[in-house]
């Protein structure tokens, strides 16, 4: 499975371009009653803002951070387009959000030869700086995704399923919405690592966390 990950996608569009964040402290304007931000430049986020932060403690540790408007219309005529893009290399994506794609790649050897010649279509197609990741699951090619650099993709070999995510933050099941709010009642708990959200066993886990736990644990199982 390939994952294509555009960091910060929905900033990018609203504040006109990757170039808009350069050395700036940006951060998308809360909507809503939550109050809270939502994606965060580089430089705000070196400030300790997080996306999903309160607005009050994101300008407490950040006074000179600058709110964006999102734009909703302009990040799905963004997205639509690169869909469009892979999908024309012959790629059958799931699109769970904009900025996060995934496809299988095992059918596209024989039109692109071979995984690298995939890998190169897919920068082609999608022609802005993204990070790709490759894995037996989408979850692990998620992962791999976060952690490749812009012009290398991470490839997890499917024997390396299970130690690789072991080692991952569980803050990586905040990208999944029936695992998100989890995320902070594990923090809460000391958990850290998918690693040790497994090693709490599968009872233990169902009695405290349902259905939303099980599904955590079998992720961090690969």
């Avoid at 499975?1 to 609203?14: E, K, N, Y």
């Avoid at 931000?37 to 400030?47: I, L, N, P, R, Y």
């Avoid at 300790?48 to 540790?61: D, I, P, Q, Y």
Wanted: positive net charge.
């Amino acid at each position: 499975i390939v994952c294509v990950h555009l960091p910060r996608f929905q900033l990018t569009v609203a504040a006109g371009g990757a170039e808009a964040l350069a050395g700036r402290a940006l951060a998308i304007a809360p909507s809503g009653d939550a109050q809270l931000v939502g994606d965060v430049s580089g430089t705000a986020q070196a400030k300790g803002v997080t996306a999903g932060m309160g607005l009050g403690e994101a300008l407490a540790r950040c006074p000179q951070l600058v709110l964006v408007p999102e734009d909703p219309v302009g990040v799905l005529r963004a997205w639509e387009a690169i869909a469009r893009a892979l999908e024309g290399i012959g790629a059958a994506i799931e699109t769970p959000r904009p900025g996060v794609a995934y496809f299988d790649a095992d059918g596209l050897r024989s039109i692109h030869r071979d995984r690298e010649g995939v890998i190169a279509a897919t920068r082609r197609a999608v022609a802005r700086p993204s990070r790709i990741g490759v894995a037996a699951t989408r979850f692990c090619a998620l992962a791999a995704s976060l952690q490749a650099r812009s012009r290398r993709a991470c490839i997890v070999d499917d024997r390396d399923v299970r130690r690789y995510l072991a080692a991952q933050p569980v803050s990586l099941l905040g990208y999944r919405d029936q695992t998100a709010p989890l995320v902070p009642a594990l923090g809460r708990l000391g958990v850290s690592t998918l690693g040790e959200l497994a090693a709490l066993g599968a009872g233990a886990v169902a009695d405290r966390f349902g259905n939303a736990g099980t599904l955590a644990r079998r992720l961090a199982l690969g």
